[in-house]
């Protein structure tokens, strides 16, 4: 599994609690639900390197 860095996020209660909500329908950590989120808006920008995988690995420690 690749090296991660951690980071403080801070966000409104609402927010969390939609994309608590989001990660829970899909088996997904919160955690997990945000780095999803962002590979997909990197993807689609075209801003991820060219050597990285379609899909982020899924962490193997549930937040």
Do not use: C
Request: aromatic letters at 8%.
């Amino acid at each position: 599994m690749a090296a991660k860095k951690n980071f403080v996020l801070r966000i409104d209660e609402k927010t969390y609690a939609a994309l608590e909500k989001w990660a829970a329908d899909e088996f997904r950590s919160v955690n997990g639900q945000i780095e999803w989120l962002l590979h997909r808006a990197l993807r689609d920008a075209g801003r991820l390197p060219k050597n990285q995988p379609d899909e982020p690995e899924t962490p193997s420690d549930p937040q």
